[in-house]
């Protein structure tokens, strides 16, 4: 049971990055996915998740309108990127939750399988 993320890379700020979440091992299309984000010395914050069907999707304030979580098929995530800020950067993490109760979920601890992340650096 494996989730890779991928990329991620070096852009400008005002760029556009879109990152994928490809999951092998199991089929994770009953379940909600995320993304989160972690930059050095801080705690994991999330970024946006989206429900198994696709129907909900929730954001972070700080991406709302700027970020864009998506499914395709049956075990793929995305995250399109776009408008980024110097602030953006970090490591980006996806994760599926396979036993929560939430739509959606908002918390770490409500995901219980994650990517290795891949990272995510914009210049000023």
């Known amino acids: 049971v494996q989730l890779q993320a991928s990329g991620g890379g070096l852009v400008q700020a005002g760029g556009s990055l879109r990152l994928s979440c490809a999951a092998s091992?199991?089929?994770?299309?009953?379940?909600?996915m995320g993304w989160f984000r972690q930059a050095p010395g801080k705690e994991r914050l999330f970024v946006a998740a989206?429900?198994?069907?696709?129907?909900?999707t929730i954001y972070a304030d700080s991406v709302k309108g700027r970020f864009t979580i998506s499914r395709e098929a049956k075990n793929t995530v995305y995250l399109q990127m776009n408008s980024l800020k110097p602030e953006d950067t970090a490591v980006y993490y996806c994760?599926?939750?396979?036993?929560?109760?939430?739509?959606?979920?908002?918390?770490?601890?409500?995901?219980?399988?994650w990517g290795q992340g891949t990272q995510v650096t914009v210049s000023s």
């Open positions: 994760a599926a939750a396979s036993k929560s109760v939430y739509i959606t979920p908002k918390i770490p601890s409500d995901y219980d399988y």
């Open positions: 091992g199991r089929t994770f299309s009953n379940y909600p």
């Open positions: 989206i429900s198994w069907s696709g129907g909900t």
